[in-house]
Structure formats: C-alpha cells, structure tokens
Nanobody, 124 residues
Framework: QVQLVESGGGLVQAGGSLRLSCAAS????????MGWFRQAPGKEREFVAA????????GYADSVKGRFTISRDNAKNTLYLQMDSLKSEDTAVYYC?????????????????WGQGTQVTVSS
C-alpha cells in the first residue's frame, strides 16, 4: 500500500510563498511520474504541475506557470512544490498523486494514489 503525505500548507498573504512537500512511503518512488493537483471549494480537482521520474521534465498549468516550481528528491522519496507570487485564486486543497496508469500527466484518472491533501489559503 502506497502512502503519500503532504505538508507545508498554511495561510499566506498575496504575493507570498509556500513550499509544499509530499513524502512517499514506497521505495519505487523514483519509478513513477508524480503530480500536484488542487481543488477549490465547489470546483473540480485540477492539474497544477507534474514531473518525470528523473525530474528532468516538468509541466505546469498555464495558471501557475512562472510562479510555481515542481521538483523531487528521489533519495528522500519526496516531491515538492515551491509556490511564489501567490494569488487569492490559488486558495485550495493541494494533493500530490502518483501517475500509476496512463500517460497523460494532466488527467486525474491517470493517477492511482493520492495524499490526504494540505490546505493553502491566500489572503488578499
């Protein structure tokens, strides 16, 4: 059973920064693409960013491109999301996921394991 545990969320003012972490329990962490999604109240979960197994390839939603940076440390089985220049519209619960099926890292259904989520609230 794979466990993903997010941390690092909180309350921050607009323009501020936060760094999210996602610790994975499995030793095969480096064998999977990983991603971050978010879900705001009343909205569907949406893609934020994803990263290849080695970390050499990354992808971002247009809404966060240039402000967020995804990275990973395979030695520590940990995924990160550095969020800068935060806006009120970034307020959501952020989830990390393992892309264990399919090949499209933007599609929710291509992820087979999820963390419990961490709340990010940006005040304007």
């Amino acid at each position: 059973q794979v466990q993903l545990v997010e941390s690092g969320g909180g309350l921050v003012q607009a323009g501020g920064s936060l760094r999210l972490s996602c610790a994975a329990s499995e030793r095969t962490f480096s064998s999977y693409y990983m991603g971050w999604f978010r879900q705001a109240p009343g909205k569907e979960r949406e893609f934020v960013a994803a990263i290849s197994m080695s970390g050499g390839t990354t992808g971002y939603a247009d809404s966060v491109k240039g402000r967020f940076t995804i990275s990973r440390d395979n030695a520590k089985n940990t995924l990160y999301l550095q969020m800068d220049s935060l806006k009120s519209e970034d307020t959501a619960v952020y989830y990390c996921g393992r892309r264990g099926r399919g090949i499209d890292w933007r599609k929710l259904e291509h992820y087979d394991y999820w963390g419990q989520g961490t709340q990010v609230t940006v005040s304007s």
